[in-house]
Nanobody, 124 residues
Framework: QVQLVESGGGLVQAGGSLRLSCATS????????MGWFRQGPGKEREFVAA????????YYADSVKGRFTISRDNAKNTLYLQMNSLKPEDTAVYYC?????????????????WGQGTQVTVSS
């Protein structure tokens, strides 16, 4: 059974930082691309960042480029999202997901397994 468990969310002031983690099990973590998505209040789920299976390729949404960094530790089966210079518009539930392939992907349909999400709230 594949499980993804996010952690690290919370309340932070604008300009602050948070680091999200996604612990995975039930699948060979190093064989698959991974991604982060988010869903803000009243909005659809949107792509944030993605990484290939060995971490050599990364993609970012324009809205987070230069502020967020996605990384992975294949030895720990864990995905990370370092979020700096946070803005109120970053407020959302953040989800990690595992791709159906080894490559980095940004289309929601390319991801087969999802975590339960972690809330990030940025106050102004």
């Amino acid at each position: 059974q594949v499980q993804l468990v996010e952690s690290g969310g919370g309340l932070v002031q604008a300009g602050g930082s948070l680091r999200l983690s996604c612990a995975t099990s039930g699948r060979t973590f190093s064989s698959y691309g991974m991604g982060w998505f988010r869903q803000g209040p009243g909005k659809e789920r949107e792509f944030v960042a993605a990484i290939g299976r060995i971490g050599g390729t990364t993609y970012y949404a324009d809205s987070v480029k230069g502020r967020f960094t996605i990384s992975r530790d294949n030895a720990k089966n864990t995905l990370y999202l370092q979020m700096n210079s946070l803005k109120p518009e970053d407020t959302a539930v953040y989800y990690c997901a595992t791709s159906r392939t080894a490559r980095a992907a940004y289309d929601l349909d390319e991801f087969g397994y999802w975590g339960q999400g972690t809330q990030v709230t940025v106050s102004s």
